[in-house]
T-cell receptor
């Protein structure tokens, strides 16, 4: 496989459930990102990881918990979510963090629906 | 705080017509600007990346211009085809840090 792969593609969960989103990149990149895309709102950066270390958290509620066990894998653990958390969650990777003219590569996202 | 605006939010054109998509940003201290394409239910595909020192970038039927001082970029798609139907997003990267700030996108429909 090549590129950035996200699983599952679709997820429906209740507010009291705990689930995890998975992202895997096969590009040899050192930086990985989680974005949230809600209806009628621009794409928002949630977290940035560089070499498995979290370098940025954009005021994301603690009910979202990221994990980066190695430079190829990124998880987003979810618990006690709210209906407004329903969105498309996109993972991206890039060669490195910081100012760069290398583009970010995106996965196809996980469509999350909270009942 | 950087804000990125894309107008119009939606655009419908007949096949063969040229497309003009606009992106404006409030803070001109950018490192680069990227145009992406997003198909329904899919992730983003990078189309063009313009460095802050460049005025334009071209790839096939696509041409993107950048006027950093006025905070504007325009994506031109020549001789549009139904396969060009998608949402087009622009994003700016600031000079420091990791953040891409996205516009709300322009949803394009090219009618056969």
């Amino acid at each position: 496989e090549t590129g950035v792969t996200q699983t599952p593609r679709h997820l429906v969960m209740g507010m009291t459930n705990k689930k995890s989103l998975k992202c895997e990149q096969h590009l040899g990149h050192n930086a990985m990102y989680w974005y949230k895309q809600s209806a009628k709102k621009p794409l928002e950066l949630m977290f940035v990881y560089s070499l498995e270390e979290r370098v940025e958290n954009n005021s994301v509620p603690s009910r979202f918990s990221p994990e980066c066990p190695n430079s190829s894998h990124l998880f987003l653990h979810l618990h006690t979510l709210q209906p407004e958390d329903s969105a498309l969650y996109l993972c991206a990777s890039s060669q490195k963090i910081g100012p760069s003219n290398q583009p970010q590569h995106f996965g196809d996202g996980t469509r999350l629906s909270i009942l | 705080k950087q804000e990125v605006t894309q107008i119009p939010a939606a655009l419908s054109v007949p096949e063969g017509e040229n497309l003009v998509l606009n992106c404006s940003f409030t803070d001109s201290a950018i490192y680069n600007l990227q145009w992406f394409r997003q198909d329904p239910g899919k992730g983003l595909t990078s189309l063009l990346l313009i460095q802050s020192s460049q005025r334009e970038q071209t790839s096939g039927r696509l041409n993107a211009s950048l006027d950093k001082s006025s905070g504007r970029s325009t994506l031109y798609i020549a001789a549009s085809q139904p396969g060009d139907s998608a949402t087009y997003l622009c994003a700016v990267r600031r000079a420091a840090g990791n953040k891409l700030t996205f516009g709300g996108g322009t949803r394009v429909l090219v009618k056969p």
